[in-house]
């Protein structure tokens, strides 16, 4: 009101110095653009009232809703960032208890390995026993069966050498049967 007050007042003012000097200028020269200006005004803001205060009522639930919203991703960031702290905070126990399992994993696997390991052994060394035996049984079998052969032979030739132990031979056998 004030501002309004010194703007009217300095227009007076100067309207009336200008008019010291012989000029035709004052105030009331303004008093058609004013009405004029506030006719134009007043019919717009009548006009554009409503669809303004539908635009200002718009924008302000937007705003609502989008402070709302803003409050509620500022919750979830609040929490999300109190966990991460917490975390942070039991990082070192968390290394911890990882080193640690690790060191027990790594302990099993290795007495695991070891045990396996002798497992493996020992039953190599059984197949190769086994196997080392069935192959003496094997080759005594042949040894036995080719000193069998031999003896054989050598008798064959010493029966059909003689005539004499062929017919004893022919005799025992005829008796037998």
């Excluded at 924008?59 to 803003?70: I, K, M, Q």
């Excluded at 990082?91 to 994993?105: G, T």
């Excluded at 035996?133 to 054989?152: C, F, H, W, Y």
Aim: net charge negative; aromatic share 6%; hydrophobic share 40%.
């Amino acid at each position: 009101m004030n501002k309004l007050f010194l703007v009217l007042l300095s227009l007076f003012l100067t309207t009336e110095l200008l008019a010291a000097g012989g000029g035709t200028g004052t105030i009331m020269d303004l008093r058609f653009p004013a009405i004029n200006f506030i006719l134009l005004f007043g019919t717009l803001g009548f006009i554009l009232r409503k669809p303004l205060k539908e635009m200002f009522d718009k924008n302000a639930e937007d705003v609502t809703s989008l402070f709302g919203l803003a409050e509620e991703k500022d919750k979830e960031a609040q929490l999300k960032l109190d966990e991460y702290k917490r975390k942070l905070d039991n990082l070192e126990s968390e290394k911890n208890k990882i080193i640690a399992e690790a060191e027990q994993n790594a302990d099993a696997f290795s007495k695991a390995h070891a045990t396996e390991t002798d497992e493996l052994i020992t039953r190599l060394h059984s197949d190769a026993k086994g196997r080392v035996e069935g192959e003496s049984a094997q080759m005594n079998r042949n040894l036995s069966a080719t000193l069998l052969d031999e003896v054989i032979n050598k008798v064959k030739e010493k029966v059909n050498g003689d005539k004499g132990l062929q017919e004893k031979a022919t005799k025992k056998l005829v008796s037998q049967i």
